[in-house]
């Protein structure tokens, strides 16, 4: 029987983003129409690109897919672009426990790579799970569910630190 589950972490539109957000319109808006003093116009249309790619990096959403003991994390921005951000074995994870746990903390040899896989707005739980198989090591820190780490469990439970 296969194991399938898909969890999408979500977050919300902070005041920062809609501020960087605003000043990607305000500052298009105003290069279009001072075109004709070619120095504010360049100043502005810079202003206005720094606004675009900054606004992405506020507001970036995660989905996580558990299948039969593959992990795969994606990296959402703005609801539109996707992105593969990290994949592994569930075999390959020598500890899943919440991130401030003592069984974080004593963890000996911590890989110098840690991925913070969750949005800022978070406030739930937040897991590290150190992946040692492979070609690389990494800590990924997320927030499973229960159903995600029943799952992590089920393949590996020697592993998986439930609290």
Partial sequence: MDNFYEQLITTYKTSAYKIVNAGFYV?????????????I???????????????KKLYVEYEYVF????IDVDKIVEMK????????NIKNVEVIALE????????SNKPSKVLNLY???????VYSAMVTGGNERLQV???????????????????????
């Fill in 119 to 125: 949005p800022k707005t978070n406030d739930k739980k």
């Fill in 41 to 55: 116009a360049i100043v502005c249309a810079i202003l206005a690109g720094a606004a675009f790619f900054g606004k």
């Fill in 100 to 107: 401030d746990s003592d069984s974080i903390k004593s963890y």
């Fill in 81 to 88: 672009k996707r992105s593969r951000a990290v994949a592994f």
């Fill in 27 to 39: 500052f298009g808006f105003l290069a279009l129409i001072t075109l004709g003093a070619l120095p």
């Fill in 141 to 163: 820190n997320f927030v499973p569910d229960e159903e995600f780490l029943n799952l992590c469990y089920k393949y590996n439970p020697r592993a998986v630190k439930k609290y």
């Fill in 67 to 70: 299948t039969n003991g593959e």
